[in-house]
């Protein structure tokens, strides 16, 4: 398993997915390449505002970390650990405004729970909201952080 990826807290668990990074350092230290600006103002782009690539801040997950999760809340049988695991997870942080999909981030594509993006300014400070962040660790149980990566259609 890839240090980019979370762990449920009954299992093995890293501090940290950089090293350079401290529990308390906001996320914006893994700040995305470039900002992808929104059309603003009149609903154009203006001429400095070219698109570019999109990416997200992701939570990454492994199906054995959707798994150990459903065990240690309560889910039973393989497939409804699973699944069950990814819905509860979901539901549990709609309340924070995280979105779900598949991101590849350090060279891994994985299931992931979204917290941030750079696609609009208010997204993008999304990155910088250490209490979101620290409550989206909490569900996850999980003391690792969020690393950018790009978006994966599925």
């Known amino acids: 398993m890839s240090s980019s990826t979370v762990r449920p807290s ?81 539901a549990k942080l709609r309340q924070y405004g995280c979105l779900r999909g598949v991101v590849r981030a350090n060279g891994v594509r994985s299931l992931s729970i979204v917290v941030a993006s750079n696609l609009t300014r208010e997204d993008l400070a999304r990155a910088n909201d250490l209490e979101m962040i620290r409550a989206v660790q909490s569900v996850l149980g999980t003391t690792e952080k969020p690393v950018w990566g790009t978006p994966i259609r599925i």
Do not use: C
């Not at 299992?11 to 470039?34: F, V």
């Not at 999109?54 to 409804?80: A, K, M, V």
């Open 10 to 90: 009954g299992s093995h668990r890293h501090t940290a997915l950089l090293p350079n990074m401290s529990a308390d350092s906001p996320s914006t230290n893994l700040s995305p390449p470039d900002y992808v600006p929104s059309h603003e103002g009149d609903g154009q782009p203006s001429e400095q505002t070219k698109p570019r690539r999109s990416y997200r801040l992701p939570f990454q997950t492994t199906l054995e970390f959707l798994q150990q999760w459903g065990i240690d809340h309560g889910l039973t049988g393989n497939e409804i650990e699973t699944m069950g695991a990814w819905r509860t997870i979901s």
